[in-house]
């Protein structure tokens, strides 16, 4: 490392001081001045918070993008969503219309909805149980405050 030097007597100064330790002669004021610092912890600290914006963004997009699939999910799909227009899909939807009205009374009467189908047939013996495509029961999900009901060809509403 290379120390500073009297000007009267070449000394090297080892410490900050106003008079050389040698030859007393004063020295002028040596002042730190922040111009002087390294760019290498500034560029750190500029590094480092780029990399804080960037996380920052990434999680608010995740976030947005999750409450957004969340709302969505909790939409009622319309006929064009679920099934195809032809006329056993469209009877199937019907169907299963049905069954959650079925359901609906199924709740006053009870005081909670079933999920068994052949249960809710019991309830109501004029429901078709079956999509007429597939000969397939239909399937019922209670999610405590809704009701679901599945079609495994045409989905659910």
């Given at each position: 490392m290379n120390?500073?030097?009297c000007p009267s007597c070449g000394n090297e100064l080892f410490d900050k001081t106003d008079q050389c330790p040698f030859c007393g002669t004063d020295l002028p004021r040596r002042v730190f001045h922040p111009a002087a610092m390294s760019k290498k912890p500034q560029l750190k600290l500029a590094i480092l918070i780029g990399a804080m914006m960037l996380i920052t963004g990434a999680v608010s997009i995740f976030i947005f993008i999750m409450r957004s699939d969340i709302a969505a999910s909790g939409k009622e799909k319309t006929i064009e969503e679920v099934i195809p227009q032809d006329t056993d899909a469209q009877h199937c939807l019907e169907n299963m219309y049905r069954i959650l009205?079925?359901?609906?009374?199924?709740?006053?009467?009870?005081?909670h909805y079933t999920?068994?189908?052949?249960?809710?047939?019991?309830?109501?013996?004029?429901?078709?149980i079956l999509c007429p495509e597939t000969g397939q029961p239909y399937s019922i999900m209670d999610m405590k405050h809704s009701v679901e009901v599945i079609c495994s060809v045409h989905g659910d509403i």
């Open positions: 120390y500073p030097e009205d079925a359901e609906d009374d199924y709740l006053d009467q009870n005081g999920d068994n189908i052949d249960e809710l047939h019991r309830f109501d013996s004029a429901l078709d």
